[in-house]
């Protein structure tokens, strides 16, 4: 069990057994100051201690501030722990929301920090804004200042009423973070900071800086971009208002030494620019850029003319490590050079040279005939691409004319079905029969039409006629019975008229076979 843990159960004993009066005391005895020192040679005691609680409480008791030892780290660090004898889980925030004197500092957070969690920031010296919540409530807020080979710490510390956030400071003797639960390093909380622009071009400082100041004595890197474009960039970089000196760093690695001017752009070199590789360059520079000279290779050959960057470009002179040399109009197309170029085996040896895409060929005569032998060649490739261009265009058209032709005979099939009406009850024609022709339809195929029904009894005797007239839908017909008849089969006597509803039925039809009601009626 912690010292902390024994002390406050001590502490509540005492509770139980006194009187409230001498717990209060007892308890104001028993708090204690848990700050965790670092514990490593990296670092010096405690400088001074302060403690905060709710965003209310703005007044902090602060101790004595001894002097720190001497520390020559340029930068600082913030760092904020979260006690490890808190509940689980339970979470911590920390939001640095900027800078009273860094303006080009980028705000940061730290969040969802669980007991025992340690969140690490590594700053340039400046005064920070810090805001510490806990449950929703703010548990400190104001100003931090974080000193250069200085660790300013920030310690949750959980508490019988109240939880609190201690402030204390440390000496960091060694360019080394603490170790932490997460880390932000210094090159991602800082945006450059423009110290010159105009005419399209932009220097923008990076590197050391204390409270907004920057570092002018060699200590910083200075980039310069034209047009947005960073083109070199400034190492050891020394600042005065008239020029900046330094290591001029191409983006291809290459390296100058030398000063600007600052108001034409001017660049002087120190030395020759020099690359990991052995390639070196002498010559004219834009800005600390190779604009044009000497540029050699570290197998021996040497390129005289423009360059772009830390290469060769536009026109210029090649010359190989055995002397022999040539013009060309454009080194990028060097690969595909054609034509009689000027040439030669010594520097005072001047002739031309026969070149066809990129080969050295032995005669002009050679070069005559592979270019018409190339210019044939085209016209056959010209001639067999407006060959197939023709053919595919003739395919494609024909293609065309035979989905138009398909789309028409579509939408003329697709008008004859619709003009062709399904068979239905509208449109039976003819007589229907039905129980040996005792009961007929005749039927118009315009949806109507009239019918005689007959029934005779067993034996043949009696029978029963009534005439008809109806109107069908596509599957239901409607009955207008005339008067019914009774009467004497044999010799047709009457013998009862009687008077019938009218009524309707379910009705198919089959373009043969008429049905009504579920009985069947055939086309006669």
């Known amino acids: 069990m912690s010292m902390q843990k024994t002390v406050q159960n001590a502490c509540f004993r005492l509770f139980h057994k006194t009187s409230f009066l001498i717990v209060l005391l007892a308890l104001a005895g028993c708090q204690t100051t848990d700050l965790a020192g670092i514990g490593s040679d990296l670092f010096s005691g405690s400088s001074s201690s302060q403690t905060s609680t709710q965003k209310s409480t703005s007044t902090a008791t602060q ?88 660790l300013a710490l920030l310690d949750a510390k959980y508490g019988y009423f109240k939880n609190t956030v201690e402030q204390a400071s440390q000496t960091l003797f060694v360019e080394m973070l603490p170790p932490a639960n997460k880390t932000v390093r210094i090159d991602m909380l800082y945006a450059p900071i423009v110290i010159q622009r105009g005419n399209g071009w932009q220097l923008e400082y990076r590197g050391q800086q204390s409270r907004g100041e ?108 055995d002397g022999s040399w040539l013009e060309v109009e454009n080194y990028n197309e060097l690969s595909d050079l054609t034509g009689m170029i000027p040439c030669g085996t010594a520097p005072n040896d001047a002739k031309e040279c026969a070149y066809f895409h990129g080969k050295e060929i032995a005669s002009k005569a050679e070069l005559e005939g592979l270019l018409a032998e190339e210019k044939r060649l085209a016209e056959i490739e010209r001639q067999r691409l407006e060959k197939k261009r023709l053919e595919e265009l003739a395919a494609a058209q024909a293609l065309a004319e035979a989905r138009e032709l398909a789309a028409a005979q579509q939408a003329a099939n697709d008008a004859a079905a619709a003009a062709q009406k399904r068979d239905d009850c509208t ?98």
Not at 79 to 100: L, Q
């Open 63 to 150: 101790t004595s501030q001894p002097k720190l030892a001497k520390s020559k780290v340029p930068w600082g660090v913030l760092s904020f722990t979260v006690d490890p004898n808190g509940p689980t889980p339970d979470y911590w925030n920390i939001y640095v929301t900027g800078s009273t004197d860094s303006p080009n500092f980028k705000p940061y957070s730290g969040t969802m920090l669980m007991p025992g969690h340690r969140h690490v920031a590594q700053l340039w010296p400046g005064t920070y804004q810090v805001r510490i919540e806990h449950g929703g409530a703010i548990l400190f807020e104001g100003p931090v200042t974080v000193d250069a080979g200085s």
């Open 214 to 321: 920057i570092r002018t004595d060699g200590k910083g890197i200075v980039g310069i971009r034209k047009n947005g474009e960073e083109i070199v960039k400034i190492t050891k970089a020394e600042i005065t208002p008239t020029e900046i000196s330094g290591t001029f760093i191409l983006n291809d690695g290459g390296e100058t030494p030398g000063a600007i001017d600052r108001e034409t752009m001017d660049f002087k070199p120190e030395d020759i620019t020099r690359w990991i590789t052995g390639k070196t360059f002498e010559g004219t520079y834009e800005a600390g850029v190779p604009l044009s000279g000497t540029l050699k290779f570290a197998d021996g050959t040497q390129w005289e003319g423009w360059m772009k960057g830390g290469d060769p470009d536009r026109s210029g002179r090649l010359t190989e490590k």
């Open 427 to 524: 449109t039976a024609t003819g007589t229907f029969t039905a129980d040996n022709g005792l009961t007929s339809y005749n039927m118009n195929g315009s949806g109507s039409g009239s019918g005689h029904f007959r029934q005779r009894t067993y034996g043949s005797e009696y029978q029963f006629d009534i005439d008809f007239r109806f109107t069908t839908s596509a599957n239901r017909i409607s009955f207008d019975y005339g008067e019914g008849v009774y009467s004497d089969a044999g010799s047709g006597a009457v013998l009862q008229r009687t008077a019938i509803p009218n009524g309707s039925a379910n009705c198919s039809f089959n373009g043969r076979v008429l049905t009504i009601d579920g009985k069947e009626f055939v086309k006669r």
